[in-house]
């Protein structure tokens, strides 16, 4: 695959029990490792009220 390694994903999505957050974040870990095995990543579930927080935590964990 040629081409510049400069895209991320962010996804949000609320309204959603425990056991189906641990299940989707569980399921972005597999996909994330079976399509771009190099790459890094964070995936964090909590509430919807922190999500800002969540993605600010994720963004410096990257390296930004």
């Known amino acids: ?3 510049k ?3 991320s994903v962010v996804a949000v ?3 959603l029990t425990d056991n189906q957050a641990a299940r989707i974040s ?4 597999k996909s994330k490792q ?3 095995p190099n790459g890094r990543g964070t995936v964090a ?12 935590k994720g963004h ?3 390296g930004g």
């Open 1 to 3: 695959m040629a081409g």
């Open 5 to 7: 390694k400069d895209k």
């Open 13 to 15: 999505i609320s309204g």
């Open 26 to 29: 569980a399921d972005i870990m």
């Open 34 to 36: 079976r399509n771009a």
């Open 45 to 56: 579930s909590g509430f919807t009220s922190s999500v800002a927080f969540l993605l600010q």
């Open 60 to 62: 410096k964990q990257i």
